[in-house]
């Protein structure tokens, strides 16, 4: 018995019309996983699209990514916010740049309140006394060694 063949050009068109465009596009380009698919998706938006569409009418509950502009935005809106936030430690700060008294300093030690509200007292900004306080420890572990070395 004489197994059955098909002319050429019908074996031709049979393989291009059965082949999936990503056969098609797999074996001149030479593609392999990620690449692969990025590009049957570019080839194929119509379809890529419409199976996005299907997902999402079956799924509801999942939400859209929020655009980019809108969280850039966001992102600058919170930045700012934050930066009035850091900035209004200084805004009891008259004394700038003046030298601390003794009296600033005992009232830095023995002060038990926050320092925001050491500050409004001050009239020193909540960075200078975090300074000051750093360094008066800085001073006195110096002192201690001099001692130390004595």
């Given at each position: 018995m004489k197994a059955?063949?098909?002319?050429?050009?019908?074996?031709?068109?049979?393989?291009?019309?059965?082949?999936?465009?990503?056969?098609?596009?797999?074996?001149?380009?030479?593609?392999?996983?990620?690449?692969?698919?990025?590009?049957?998706?570019?080839?194929?938006r119509d379809r890529t699209r419409a199976a996005w569409r299907r997902y999402m009418e079956r799924h509801?509950?999942?939400?859209?990514?929020?655009?980019?502009?809108?969280?850039?935005?966001?992102?600058?809106?919170r930045r700012h916010k934050d930066k009035g936030r850091y900035y209004a430690g200084w805004e009891n700060a008259s004394q700038r740049?003046?030298?601390?008294?003794a009296k600033e300093t005992e009232l830095l030690v023995t002060h038990t309140g926050t320092d925001r509200e050491l500050s409004a007292l001050l009239g020193r900004s909540i960075s200078a006394?975090?300074?000051?306080?750093?360094?008066?420890?800085?001073?006195?572990?110096?002192?201690?060694?001099?001692q130390r070395q004595r």
């Amino acid at each position: 018995m004489k197994a059955h063949t098909m002319p050429k050009d019908v074996e031709e068109l049979s393989a291009a019309s059965v082949g999936s465009a990503m056969r098609e596009t797999r074996k001149p380009v030479g593609l392999t996983g990620l690449e692969y698919r990025k590009e049957w998706n570019r080839l194929n938006r119509d379809r890529t699209r419409a199976a996005w569409r299907r997902y999402m009418e079956r799924h509801p509950e999942r939400k859209r990514k929020i655009p980019r502009d809108v969280v850039s935005k966001y992102r600058s809106e919170r930045r700012h916010k934050d930066k009035g936030r850091y900035y209004a430690g200084w805004e009891n700060a008259s004394q700038r740049q003046t030298r601390w008294t003794a009296k600033e300093t005992e009232l830095l030690v023995t002060h038990t309140g926050t320092d925001r509200e050491l500050s409004a007292l001050l009239g020193r900004s909540i960075s200078a006394i975090q300074h000051r306080r750093r360094r008066m420890k800085t001073d006195e572990s110096a002192n201690a060694q001099d001692q130390r070395q004595r």
